[in-house]
């Protein structure tokens, strides 16, 4: 069984730093393309930024230069440097792990909040 289990969310000030961290088991998670995803209150659920099993990243455009995903795979894990945080970054923000070579291998964290405040 797949599992996604993320942390570090939490209360920032506006033009804070966080670092989320996923780390998954059950799966071979050099395979995966891994994400991060953000749901605010009434709106729909986003990409904010995805790598790839060989490292190629991509951003949502209001977060490039301010974000960064990277991925340790002798860990297991994936991170989100979040830097310069805003009031609109707030959201619940959740892991993703897509497998590559099996698409409807797609699973998902529980979420973690990330409040910033002005």
């Known amino acids: 069984q797949v599992q996604l289990v993320e942390s570090g969310g939490g209360l920032v000030q506006a033009g804070g730093s966080l670092r989320l961290s996923c780390t998954a088991s059950?799966?071979?998670?050099?395979?995966?393309?891994m994400a991060w995803y953000r749901q605010a209150p009434g709106k729909q659920r986003e990409l904010v930024a995805a790598?790839?099993?060989?490292?190629?990243?991509n951003y949502e455009d209001s977060v490039k230069g301010r974000f960064t995903i990277s991925r340790d795979n002798a860990k297991n894990t994936v991170y989100l440097q979040m830097n310069s945080l805003k009031p609109e970054d707030t959201a619940v923000y959740y892991c993703?792990?897509?497998?590559?070579?099996?698409?409807?291998?797609?699973?998902w964290g529980q979420g973690t909040q990330v409040t910033v405040s002005s």
């Open positions: 993703n792990a897509l497998n590559i070579l099996s698409t409807s291998r797609n699973y």
């Open positions: 059950g799966t071979i998670f050099s395979i995966n393309r």
């Open positions: 790598i790839a099993p060989r490292g190629d990243t």
